[in-house]
């Protein structure tokens, strides 16, 4: 089969999806080996999950290997160029879906002794630490406005040219910080696809006691990183970082 752009887009956010929300499954489940292992390891797992993403990304074909709709929102603005809106979304939902099916077979047995039904849906998707709708909808805008400002600066001109690999390493270590630093209030979605494609996965899989998939939510992880990234976008556009 011949790499491309929706072909990459679909693998790294798939690998994206297993290793980041596998990370939080091996934290919240019970009777896994890193059970309770706390913050650091899941914010830690993530990073690492963005940047094998984004290699695994380009070696199937996505130069750009955005992984994220709301980095495809944010760069449609900056260059007016809105022609990977479509392919590039759906090849990330769909990435994000399969990702999240993975974990569930990989973490089969610890569903059924995990009680807990919010650990559970943890595993897939965000929860707010105090739900208000609000300060939840403007922390997900911030925490994306950051991302893609990070972005911007990593890929800016006034660097200089970066030796060839360390682009993913410098993401990763972007996301690592906004998962310290911003996480708290939300859990840090910063991607409509890292939520509502594993949330649906949540649903639809036969999870033992799995409770509610949080709908009521749900549209919060699609709707702030989209409006960070807009935001973002018209500032890489205005100033052209």
């Given amino acids: 089969m011949h790499t ?3 072909l990459g887009e679909l693998i790294g956010t798939m690998v994206l999806i297993l290793l980041g929300d596998g ?9 896994t080996k890193g059970h309770a292992s ?3 390891v899941i914010t830690t797992g993530w990073a690492f999950a963005v940047t094998m993403g984004i290699f695994v990304s380009r070696a199937f074909g996505s130069v750009d290997a955005h992984l994220n709709p709301a980095v495809t929102v944010a760069f449609a603005v900056a260059t007016n160029d809105y022609s990977h809106i479509v392919p590039f979304i759906t090849a990330q939902m769909l990435g994000a879906f399969l990702g999240a099916v993975l974990v569930y077979i990989m973490y089969l047995p610890h569903w059924k002794v995990t009680p807990d039904p919010a650990a559970k849906l943890a595993a897939f998707c965000n929860a707010p630490a105090i739900r208000q709708t609000g300060a939840n909808l403007t922390g997900e805008a911030i925490a994306t406005l950051v991302l893609i400002m990070g ?3 990593i890929s800016s001109k006034a660097l200089g040219v970066l030796a060839i690999g360390v682009g993913p390493y410098l993401v990763g270590v972007l996301v690592w910080s906004i998962g310290l630093s911003l996480g708290g209030p939300t859990g840090y979605a910063i991607s409509p696809a890292r939520d509502l ?3 649906i996965a949540h649903a639809l ?8 998939s949080d709908w009521r939510y749900s549209w919060i992880p699609v709707v702030g990183p989209i409006i960070g990234a807009i935001l973002g976008g018209l500032l890489i556009r205005a100033y052209t970082l």
């Fill in 23 to 31: 990370v939080v499954a091996n934290v919240v489940l019970k009777e």
């Fill in 38 to 40: 706390g913050w650091i």
């Fill in 151 to 153: 972005l911007a600066g």
């Fill in 197 to 199: 494609a594993p949330r």
């Fill in 4 to 6: 491309s752009p929706f």
């Fill in 205 to 212: 899989l036969p999870i033992p006691g799995k409770g509610s």
